[in-house]
């Protein structure tokens, strides 16, 4: 089955700096990519996602870039703000089945 | 509207106790999920259902029973659980068309087993 790696496993950065987060995966098959954002006591929450036939995807600060050779996809987050400060999740996702990491806490301070 | 509501949002039971989570959506969404997430863990997949029929289930003990009565509902009926049973329960919805599944969360049922 898939299994998806995410690092760092928390990130700290001063407001108005960039965060980037990384995932790798491990079946081939896999050909869709989500991030969520989850605050506490809430559902994860999609932020951004990118298809295995696109590279790149970007939605004002946030930006998803996919290496399908590698099997690596990532996350990058500019100009950061404290409400950014969530715990983000990268999934990898085959039809219905769905497989995530093990999720990144990242803390903005202002 | 991309909301998934589940009922209760809080549940506390006893091992011997039987009760039902609840789930509902009303975007047409065909496929609905059940994960379990534990504190400081990434959601784990439970069961999928693909048009009111069971897909996937990940080998979850016989005392969680999925139950999805229409296109709209989904039920997870509980069962003589055990401690280490408490967690956030999560229920999502998502369309099953094209190679996109994007996946609506609800905010969860926190579950505390005594």
């Known amino acids: 089955g898939e299994n998806v790696e995410q690092h760092p496993s928390t990130l700290s950065v001063q407001e108005g700096d960039s965060a980037v987060i990384k995932c790798t995966y491990s ?7 989500p991030w969520y954002k989850q605050e506490l006591g809430k559902g994860p929450q999609l932020i951004i996602d990118i298809r295995s036939n696109v590279g790149e995807k970007k939605d004002q600060r946030i930006a998803v870039t996919l290496n399908k050779t590698a099997k690596h996809f ?3 987050i500019t100009e950061t703000q404290p409400e950014d400060s969530a715990v983000y999740f990268c999934a990898a996702s085959n039809n219905n089945d769905m497989r995530f990491g093990a999720g990144t806490r990242l803390t903005v301070k202002p | 509207d991309t909301e998934v509501t589940q009922t209760p949002k809080h549940l506390v039971m006893g091992m011997t106790n039987k009760k039902s989570l609840k789930c509902e ?10 994960y379990k997430q534990k504190a400081k863990k990434p959601p784990e997949l439970m069961f999928v259902y693909s048009y009111e029929k069971l897909s996937i289930n990940e080998s979850v003990p016989s005392r969680f029973s ?4 229409n296109s709209s509902l989904l039920n997870l009926h509980l069962h003589a659980l055990q401690p280490e049973d408490s967690a956030l329960y999560l ?7 094209g190679d996109k599944n994007i996946q609506y969360f609800g905010a969860g049922t926190r579950l505390s087993v005594l």
Do not use: I, K, T, V
Not at chain 1, 27 to 32: G, I, K, L, V
Not at chain 2, 66 to 69: A, Q
């Open chain 1, 27 to 33: 079946d081939s098959a896999s050909n869709y990519f």
């Open chain 1, 74 to 76: 990532s996350l990058h």
């Open chain 2, 25 to 34: 959506q009303h975007m047409g969404h065909r496929a609905m999920y059940w």
């Open chain 2, 66 to 69: 999925p139950e999805c009565p």
């Open chain 2, 91 to 97: 229920c999502a919805s998502s369309q099953l068309r």
